[in-house]
């Protein structure tokens, strides 16, 4: 069964640092994998989505990274501003699977 | 282009109750999908819909029950609720050959 594991749990940064969030998945066919932006006690927001044959995707501020065969991705976020504060999601999706597998995801709060 | 919707926003319901959750897809999307979302746990599949008829389902028991409507609208139904159902339920849309999962805002549902 795929599991999902996101580090760290919490991270607390100065506006303006660059930041990175890690994900892991312990199945390395995947489909697709996603990050998604929650913020508390609402919907999840698509952020950016890789296809398992790309390597990285670039949205603005963020760029997502997937090293399908170490199972490892990474969310990069420059230049980080306090509405940037949020829970971030990492989702994959199986070969054959349609459904999601989420991580427990990671809060991040950006300090004016 | 109309996003997802979920009704309603929250609910409360007891122990032993039965429960009725809604959701309206994205428009042009025919694949709805269902997860619980724990407080501090990354969302969990319950079900897919697809042209009405399920494809593929979670680990939850046959409490959960769900339909899809001609329209691609659907709903979540709980019988015999528990106090561990209390969440954050959140639908999401798609069509069934692309990727991108978009979420409702989600139902909070408090079970006491």
């Known amino acids: ?112 | 282009e109309t996003g997802v919707t979920q009704s309603p926003t929250h609910l409360i319901k007891t122990r032993g109750q039965q429960v009725t959750l809604r959701c309206s897809s994205q428009s042009g999307h025919n694949t709805v999908s269902w997860y619980q979302q724990a407080l501090g746990q990354g969302p969990q599949f319950i079900f897919q819909y697809y042209r009405e008829e399920e494809n593929g389902r979670g680990n939850f028991p046959p409490r959960f029950s769900g339909l899809q409507f001609p329209n691609y609208s659907s709903e979540l139904n709980v019988n015999a609720l528990e106090l561990d159902d209390s969440a954050l339920y959140l639908c999401a849309s798609s069509n069934w050959d692309r990727d991108t999962q978009y979420f409702g805002p989600g139902t909070r549902l408090t079970v006491l």
Do not use: H
């Not at chain 1, 603005?60 to 199972?71: E, W, Y």
């Open chain 1, 1 to 112: 069964k795929q599991e999902v594991t996101q580090i760290p749990a919490a991270l607390s940064v100065p506006e303006g640092e660059n930041l990175v969030l890690n994900c892991s998945f312990t199945d390395s066919a995947i489909y697709n994998l996603q990050w998604f932006r929650q913020d508390p006690g609402k919907g999840l927001t698509s952020l950016l989505l890789i296809q398992s044959s790309q390597r990285e995707q670039t949205s603005g501020r963020l760029n997502a990274s997937l090293d399908k065969s170490s199972g490892r991705s990474t969310l990069y976020i420059a230049a980080s501003q306090p509405g940037d504060s949020a829970t971030y999601l990492c989702a994959v999706r199986g070969t054959g699977a349609n459904n999601l597998f989420f991580g427990t995801g990671t809060r991040l709060t950006v300090i004016p």
